[in-house]
C-alpha cells in the first residue's frame, strides 16, 4: 500500500525534476500525428541513443514514407540506412515485420492498445509504453534503465525489474504526470545522474535524494563540494 508520505516524496521529486526540466520532452525526432514514424524511432532506438537514430531517420523516411512502403521491401533494402546503429540487420528485419502485421492486422493504423503493440514485431513493454503515451496520450510511464536508476536513487521505488518500477511508480504520481515523470526521469538520468559517475554535487534535487546506490566516490565528491561551500560561511 502506498503512503501519504510516499506519496509526497514522488510529488516533491517531481516538482524538482520539473523545475530543473521544464521543456522535458521525447528526444527522438518524430510526429505526433504519425504513430507509425515513432514507432520506427522507438525500435531504432534500443540499444542505441536517440541522437543515433535521429541522424538516420530523415533520409529513412524519405525513402520509406509511411507503413505501406515499409511493409511492401525487404530487410536488405532497410539495411543501408541502418547501418550506423546497432543490431541493424535485426532492427531491419523487425520493421518490415512490424509493417506488414499493421497492415495486414490492423488495417495500417498503428494499434492503441499496448498489448496489441507489444505483439509486433521489435516492440516490447517499454516501447508499447513509450508509443502509446507519446501518440495517444495514454497516461502509463514507461520504465527504461534511466527511469529505474534515478526512481531508485530518489527513494522512490526499491524493485529492479521494470514492470514492478512501472507499477509503483503508477501508484505513486497522478496519471495526468505520468509522461512528464518519465520525460523528466530520464532527462535527469542522461544530464546528471549517470549510472557511473552521478554529479550529486550539482544536482538540484539532491537535498530530497536518498542516494540509494549511489557511488562511494560520488558521495565523496558531494562531500567535499558542500565542505567547500560550508568554508567560507564559517569565516
Known sequence: ??????????????????????????????IPEDPWRLLVSVVLSAQCSDAAVNRVTPALFRAFPDVHAFARVEPKHLEPHLKTLGLYRNKA???????????????????????????LAGVGTKSAAV???NAYGTPVIAVDTHVGRVARRLGLTRHHDPDRVEATLTAL???????????TLI?????????????????????????????KRSLEALARAKATAEGPARR
Open 173 to 183: 504520481i497522478p496519471r495526468e504526470r505520468l509522461l512528464e515523470a518519465h520525460h
Open 93 to 119: 528485419r523487425n520493421l518490415v515485420l512490424a509493417a506488414q502485421q499493421v497492415t495486414t492486422l490492423h488495417g495500417a493504423v498503428v494499434p492503441r492498445e499496448r498489448e496489441a503493440l507489444q505483439r
Open 1 to 30: 500500500m502506498v503512503t501519504r508520505a510516499q506519496r509526497e516524496r514522488a510529488r516533491a521529486a517531481l516538482e524538482g525534476l520539473k523545475g530543473l526540466y521544464p521543456e522535458a520532452r521525447s528526444e527522438l525526432d518524430f
Open 131 to 133: 508509443i502509446v503515451a
Open 187 to 215: 532527462w535527469h538520468g542522461r544530464r546528471v545522474c549517470d549510472a557511473r559517475t552521478p554529479r550529486c554535487h550539482a544536482c538540484g534535487v539532491e537535498p530530497a535524494c536518498r542516494k540509494v546506490g549511489v557511488p
